[in-house]
């Protein structure tokens, strides 16, 4: 298997500008994580997806930030508009279903600056 | 809530010294436990778990014990190796739930 994808690897914008990042899965992972990376605030999760559904997205900053999980295969986080201080390292996670034996796989990251 | 609490860095080491990196939690009932690594540029990956008291995750010649009377999970290494030198997270999943909740990171570095 391929592992997580995730798209783009760098994304190098000006502030007020829409950003799109692209997560696939594992195939068959039924729960899906997009996390922030920061120096100053460390790994901070977003939101999760199980089966598509959005299950807690009470990490996301605020409306400026959206997801969605159209298929089992795809997701996007969508920030608009963008804003300095949301340069940060993006990464998706996938895994099978809940379950406390369950390893979550990260994808390499998407690294964002906002200009 | 659920949390975790680890040692922060950055550690230098030399290699094949002892390396310790200490991470202790805070939860309700009985938590999943992990160490992730992330290598530079790369993302997270899994290095060992434990999910019961007692049980001891090892990977790679790293070890962790989940020890429930100190709620601890320390990590721990005999011998490092110039290629350990990474970003290492604990992280808890509580009982019945999907998500997980890091530490800060810790940032080693071994020198030759």
């Known amino acids: 298997d391929a592992g997580v994808i995730q798209s783009p690897r760098h994304e190098v914008t000006e502030m007020g500008q829409e950003v799109t990042l692209r997560c696939k899965p594992i195939?068959?992972?039924?729960?899906l994580f997009w996390y922030r990376q920061t120096m100053m605030r460390g790994l901070e999760l977003l939101i999760y997806?199980?089966?598509?559904?959005?299950?807690?997205d009470s990490g996301m900053p605020e409306d400026r930030f959206s997801a969605k999980m159209p298929n089992a295969s795809f997701s996007t986080l969508k920030i608009q508009p963008s804003e300095p201080r949301d340069s940060a390292v993006y990464f998706c996670?996938?895994?099978?279903?809940?379950?406390?034996?369950?390893?979550?796989?990260f994808g390499p990251g998407t690294r964002l600056t906002v200009l | 809530g659920d949390s975790v609490t680890q040692m922060e860095g950055p550690v230098t080491l030399s290699e094949e010294a002892f390396l310790t990196i200490n991470c202790t939690y805070t939860?309700?009932?009985?938590?999943?436990l992990f160490w992730y690594v992330q290598y530079p540029g790369e993302g997270l990956q899994l290095l060992l778990k434990a999910t019961k008291a007692d049980d001891k995750g090892s990977n790679k010649g790293f070890e962790a014990t989940y020890r429930k009377e100190t709620t601890s999970f320390h990590l721990e290494k005999g011998s490092v190796q110039v290629s350990d030198s990474a970003v290492y997270f604990c992280a808890l999943r509580g009982p019945g739930a999907n998500n997980l909740f890091f530490g800060t990171g810790t940032r080693l570095t071994v020198i030759p």
């Open positions: 996670a996938s895994s099978p279903i809940a379950g406390r034996y369950n390893e979550q796989f």
């Open positions: 997806f199980n089966n598509n559904v959005p299950i807690d």
């Open positions: 939860a309700t009932g009985y938590p999943s």
């Open positions: 195939s068959g992972h039924n729960s």
